[in-house]
């Protein structure tokens, strides 16, 4: 889909010359041999995206962008004390400092009650505030770090075959659930945590990592929803609609002719658990991608690869109808009973916006009754019933409770830029890329992104980013250079 051809690989540290003999001065150990991160500098990243499927079964996943942040902050810190490289900021990240300031003030107002809530303890706001943040604040790290290192410390080539290494196990994951929807088991990591802590829903999605969300969706018994190796089902098909044209990218328009195979079988098998997963969102969002795909290959003239596009739209369309799957289909779309709850929670999210518009609430707020009405609330027969979490039903909807207009503004503009900014680049990292912030846009109405999602977008970004760094180059440094080029020669086929 994604055939341009990909670049050769190679390059030196964007915007600062002389960075290999930096990196030689502040990598250094006692006895003078470079450390694990000044010899391999990408190892987080690599840890992260590879081993993804481990983080999961250890329960650690949803940490993982948080503390595999520390060890890049650190040596982006040691480039700059040495004079070693200049740390680069992306387009528009002007925005994304202000959004951060904004969630941070958020601390200010997590006393207060929203309107139309129940008060609650500040104790488990506080939690929530601190995860959150520090969630933003890694994922930030991350996007610095992928941006700032050299081509041949992490060739774009290798980053995007990573997170199609991630789009194979997320589909392996929900075949497995699929077929297997009940296995769940308790990560080892739970036995250190307090008896206290383990009732924590959050602790308990983490800690317990299953290969399927179990829920009631048709009303006729329980249904299992693909979710490994993620913690629930709607980030599960949200990361997959992400990664997916990473793996075109990385293993079929760079890869070789078995990883192309790999990718195709992948795609095509990824069908039926994408279905299964009952995401409406995510099949509006990949109707969506094909759409975008299509309008700009139609612009270049490919007409070979939108009649690849329209041959995998039929071929999905006779999975679909030759199989069970299109009574999942019609099942779910016939029973759409979240629309009313949806409703109410995002009206709830608007009127605490309206109430405290700059910093917003700091964290979710948990609704006054149900959408039924204001009496019904959790009873030792029904402990679900009532009381619903304010925030809960889209990354929008958070960020109008949790940071105000403003704060959402600032958010949402730095995503918006970046497409913008990049909407030229006709190159397999520049459709791809944009595609993804798309997406991030796309998904804001119906599902969180605080985790996986954000962080695999910011990973993306900085991918997309990576390839464009040539035009980023001040007057006088790099003029006249190919885009994404610094230093050594290589091609790479950008926007103009």
Request: glycine share 14%; net charge positive; with cysteine.
């Amino acid at each position: 889909m994604l055939a341009v051809a990909v670049a050769e690989e190679g390059g030196t540290a964007p915007g600062a010359p002389g960075a290999t003999q930096g990196r030689r001065r502040s990598g250094r150990g006692a006895l003078g041999r470079p450390g694990l991160l000044a010899r391999h500098p990408a190892w987080p990243i690599t840890v992260l995206l590879v081993g993804y499927p481990l983080w999961w079964a250890l329960g650690l996943a949803d940490f993982t962008w948080i503390f595999l942040a520390i060890p890049m902050a650190f040596r982006m810190l040691a480039w700059h004390a040495h004079g070693a490289r200049r740390i680069r900021m992306p387009p528009g990240f002007g925005l994304w400092l202000l959004f951060l300031i904004c969630s941070v003030a958020g601390l200010a107002a997590l006393t207060l009650t929203a309107p139309g809530t129940v008060p609650s303890a500040v104790s488990h706001r506080v939690i929530s505030y601190g995860d959150r943040n520090l969630n933003y604040l890694g994922v930030t790290v991350m996007l610095l770090y992928a941006g700032n290192l050299t081509e041949s410390e992490l060739p774009r080539r290798r980053f995007a075959w990573m997170l199609g290494l991630l789009a194979i196990y997320t589909t392996a994951g929900g075949v497995a659930g699929m077929l297997l929807h009940h296995v769940q088991f308790s990560s080892p990591f739970l036995l250190l945590l307090p008896k206290s802590v383990e009732a924590n829903s959050f602790i308990q999605a983490s800690m317990h990592p299953g290969l399927a969300q179990v829920q009631n969706v048709f009303g006729g018994g329980a249904n299992g929803r693909p979710k490994a190796p993620f913690d629930y089902t709607n980030i599960w098909g949200n990361c997959l609609s992400i990664l997916v044209p990473w793996l075109l990218v990385g293993w079929w328009a760079g890869g070789t002719r078995r990883q192309r195979w790999i990718a195709g079988a992948t795609i095509v098998i990824a069908i039926a658990p994408l279905l299964y997963s009952l995401n409406r969102g995510v099949w509006v969002g990949t109707a969506i991608s094909i759409g975008y795909l299509a309008v700009r290959f139609a612009a270049k003239g490919r007409l070979a690869i939108i009649g690849g596009l329209i041959a995998l739209m039929a071929l999905a369309g006779l999975v679909v109808l030759g199989t069970p799957l299109h009574n999942v289909v019609s099942g779910r779309l016939s029973n759409g009973g979240s629309a009313n709850l949806r409703s109410n929670l995002g009206s709830l999210s608007i009127k605490a916006a309206e109430a405290s518009p700059v910093i917003g609430y700091g964290d979710t707020r948990q609704e006054r009754g149900s959408p039924e009405s204001i009496a019904v609330g959790p009873s030792p027969k029904c402990p679900s019933c009532g009381q619903l979490e304010v925030g809960s039903t889209g990354q929008l909807w958070l960020l109008l409770v949790c940071n105000g207009f403003v704060g959402t503004a600032f958010y949402l503009c730095f995503f918006a830029y970046g497409i913008w900014r990049f909407r030229h680049d006709v190159s397999p990292y520049g459709l791809a890329g944009v595609l993804v912030l798309l997406l991030s846009l796309v998904y804001m109405f119906t599902y969180d992104a605080v985790g996986a999602p954000l962080g695999l977008t910011m990973l993306s970004y900085g991918l997309l980013w990576k390839s464009n760094i040539g035009r980023e180059l001040p007057a006088g440094r790099g003029r006249g250079r190919r885009p994404g080029q610094a230093g050594r020669e290589h091609t790479l086929v950008t926007a103009r």
